[in-house]
């Protein structure tokens, strides 16, 4: 069964870090790109970050660049999204999303549940 599960959200303090982890099974992490994806409530979901399925080629949100950096380790399986220095606009329900293909593009087909990250002091 083709699973992606996120984890690593709670509850932090403005100027914070959490590192959120998307795991994979039932299918083959390798030959697949993977977005971050986040919805705050009232608002339309947003695109985060993106990874290449080799991690040679990543993207983000210009609110994002400098403070969030995307990573996978292949051999777990599983994608990851540092977040440093976090600010209570980054408060959202994050979801990571598998890309229909080895490259970034919009065009996604399977989601994770989500996970909940709150910034507030």
């Known amino acids: 069964q083709l699973q992606l599960v996120e984890s690593g959200g709670g509850l932090v303090q403005p100027g914070g870090s959490l590192r959120l982890s998307c795991a994979a099974s039932g299918f083959t992490l390798d030959y697949y790109a993977i977005g971050w994806f986040r919805q705050a409530p009232g608002k339309e979901r947003e695109g985060v970050s993106c990874?290449?399925?080799?991690?040679?080629?990543?993207n983000y949100v210009d609110s994002v660049k400098g403070r969030f950096t995307i990573s996978r380790d292949n051999a777990k399986n599983t994608v990851y999204l540092q977040m440093n220095s976090l600010k209570p606009e980054d408060t959202a329900v994050y979801y990571c999303a598998r890309v229909r293909g080895r490259l970034c593009t919009p065009n996604y087909d399977y989601w994770g549940q989500g996970t909940q990250v709150t910034v507030s002091s």
């Open positions: 990874i290449s399925n080799s991690g040679g080629s990543t």
